[in-house]
T-cell receptor, first 114, second 113 residues
Framework: NAGVTQTPKFRVLKTGQSMTLLCAQD?????MYWYRQDPGMGLRLIHY???????AKGEVPDGYNVSRLKKQNFLLGLESAAPSQTSVYFC?????????????FGDGTRLSIL | SQELEQSPQSLIVQEGKNLTINCTSS?????LYWYKQKYGEGLIFLMM?????EEKSHEKITAKLDEKKQQSSLHITASQPSHAGIYLC?????????????FGAGTQVVVTP
């Protein structure tokens, strides 16, 4: 059982380049999330989705776009990468948004913007 | 400002000693989750607490939820090298948007021989 899979695991971009991070889950979860993790700041929610075809903004959405065309996939896009977007990105999923459903995380994508 | 404060930020403990990590919220806790993260890896779910006074244990790790203090503690008994890593607490603090967890900044645990 793969759980939550993120690709790629590492990437280096130049300022202004674009890229898409892919998150795939095989647990038939409704809710999916994208976080970024920076030193001393914990995890911050970028965007999330409560079901196929839906997306919503989180705490730090600027500079990112997302799409959830299929229930199992959640894509995070950077249209014009900036050095401030250097971070570790985590995808998570949960069965439903309720106060008794732990989120399951992928192994992360380490992204460096030069 | 952090709505979820973890303390300490880091700690070094000798193998075999106990350790405690605290997670304090400035808002009502509707659900509290503890995760462990090893460097370069994702977050591994440890435990979930929902009700005030609730206490859960798994192997040598015990988590408690103090509803009055809006605080949770994670206690590791007789620490081992396998306990090293970063421990994060996450919480449901918004009753109108379940699943949008707030996370603490994490506590780095180092276990020395």
């Amino acid at each position: 059982n793969a759980g939550v899979t993120q690709t790629p695991k590492f990437r280096v971009l130049k300022t202004g380049q674009s890229m898409t991070l892919l998150c795939a889950q095989d647990m038939n979860h409704e809710y999916m999330y994208w976080y970024r993790q920076d030193p001393g700041m914990g995890l911050r929610l970028i965007h999330y989705s409560v079901g196929e075809g839906t997306t919503a903004k989180g705490e730090v959405p600027d500079g990112y776009n997302v799409s959830r065309l299929k229930k199992q996939n959640f894509l995070l896009g950077l249209e014009s990468a900036a050095p401030s977007q250097t971070s570790v990105y985590f995808c998570a999923s949960t069965r439903q948004g309720a106060p008794n459903q732990p989120q399951h995380f992928g192994d992360g994508t380490r992204l460096s913007i030069l | 400002s952090q709505e979820l404060e973890q303390s300490p930020q880091s700690l070094i403990v000798q193998e075999g000693k106990n350790l405690t990590i605290n997670c304090t919220s400035s808002k009502t806790l509707y659900g509290l989750y503890w995760y462990k993260q090893k460097y370069g890896e994702g977050l591994i779910f440890l435990m979930m607490l929902q009700k005030g006074g609730e206490e859960k244990s798994h192997e040598k790790i015990t988590a408690k939820l103090d509803e009055k203090k809006q605080q949770s503690s994670l206690h590791i008994t007789a620490s081992q090298p396998s306990h090293a890593g970063i421990y994060l607490c996450g919480a449901d603090i918004n009753s109108d948007s379940w699943g949008k967890l707030q996370f603490g900044a994490g506590t780095q645990v180092v276990v020395t021989p």
